[in-house]
């Protein structure tokens, strides 16, 4: 088996998931004729036709309502948001439409929303977002992130199997710089299952897409001091996988949590807050939380790298914290 990046990853896994089930298609802004912004659909226009491959115009309200509406009937569409900060164009479709009918009708509404999402790429406030936080409240919506080639198609297999509407956060800076090998058999990814990267006993750090990969480089740097790092990646945003969670507090005693997305409101604020509410007396020193400052995502490279966690940040926080 040959090595596949992140970006081909999803384009196998929709590719398998639309010749497997013929309800499946996929619709939004240059996907069918172009073949999408990011290439992930390049190829499906010819193979499967301008109906399972669907232009639309520029109006994401628009074809997200049309994706609802295609899935109350039985179909299971698939939505590209060219770059997740435009999903916020679609808000009301997504929290008021998709993530209530269930509750008023019983109705299911098995959608999956492709979002590109998170910085690193140079592309300043309207199109580097990290946008997971915005539906992080929203009973209903299912939000996964993957970090790794494997769990990008298995993670989307299993969302667009899923009966509910789920928030598919794929990270663009992990598009082409991530590669690895997947099994041939056909997978999926369970949602709501986080996933022990790696063993550690003196730091938990949580985290999930991108981040995932600075702490490994954190954890890395801090083995020659001996300090033994735990990475959890959380994969599922809604639902939170709790046990997981709670087992490495347990086990570590110190935690900290980290993210692109801003601080304020964000995931890392609920996860802080659970920690604290059921784990407080495992606890040997406060949660950290690393993650970007409340400003719009900076368009200068040096002046995002500053906005973005580095490695060095999070090699920072462990130090802190091994010697509270």
């Known amino acids: 088996m040959g090595q596949i990046t992140y970006l081909e990853a999803i384009r196998e896994a929709m590719d398998e998931e639309m010749s497997r089930d013929p309800g499946v298609f996929v ?13 992930a659909t390049e190829g499906f226009y010819e193979k499967y036709g ?14 997200t309502g049309a994706a609802i509406g295609a899935a109350l009937v039985g179909m299971r569409p698939i939505v590209e948001m060219q770059f997740a900060d435009f999903i916020s164009c679609a808000f009301d479709q997504l929290i008021n439409v998709a993530a209530k009918f269930h509750y008023r009708m019983g109705s299911a509404v098995p ?3 492709r979002a590109p999402y ?15 936080g915005y539906f992080f409240n929203v009973p209903g919506l299912k939000i996964v992130a993957p970090s790794s080639v494997y769990d990008a198609k298995g993670l989307l297999k299993a969302a667009i199997r899923d009966n509910d509407p789920v928030l598919y956060c794929e990270h663009k800076y992990l598009y082409r710089r991530i590669k690895d090998t997947v099994p041939e058999d056909d997978y999926i990814v369970p949602i709501g299952m986080a996933k022990v ?5 003196d730091v938990s750090v949580i985290t999930y ?5 600075t702490a490994i480089e954190a954890a890395n740097e801090v083995k020659a001091n001996s300090v033994s790092v735990e990475i959890i990646d959380l994969r599922t945003l809604l639902p939170l996988d709790k046990k997981t969670i709670y087992e490495s507090v347990k086990k570590t005693n110190k935690v ?15 996860v802080s807050a659970l920690i604290s509410e059921y784990c407080f007396d495992d606890l040997d020193a406060p949660v950290i939380r690393i993650a970007a ?5 900076p368009y200068s490279p040096l002046m995002e790298e500053a906005f973005i966690p580095q490695t060095k940040d999070v090699v920072n926080a462990i130090d802190k914290i091994i010697r509270y």
């Open 50 to 63: 301008e109906w399972r491959a669907l232009d639309t115009p520029l109006s994401e309200s628009g074809f």
């Open 197 to 201: 990267v790696q063993e550690g006993t």
């Open 27 to 39: 619709l939004g802004e240059d996907v069918g004729v172009y073949g999408g912004a990011f290439r």
């Open 256 to 270: 900290i949590i980290l993210h692109e997305q801003t601080k304020t409101g964000g995931v890392g604020a609920e």
């Open 293 to 297: 400052p409340d400003t719009p995502v």
């Open 118 to 132: 998170g910085g690193n790429i140079h592309g300043g406030a309207f199109h580097s977002q990290s946008i997971e």
């Open 209 to 213: 897409g991108a981040m995932v990969h």
């Open 111 to 113: 959608m999956v929303v």
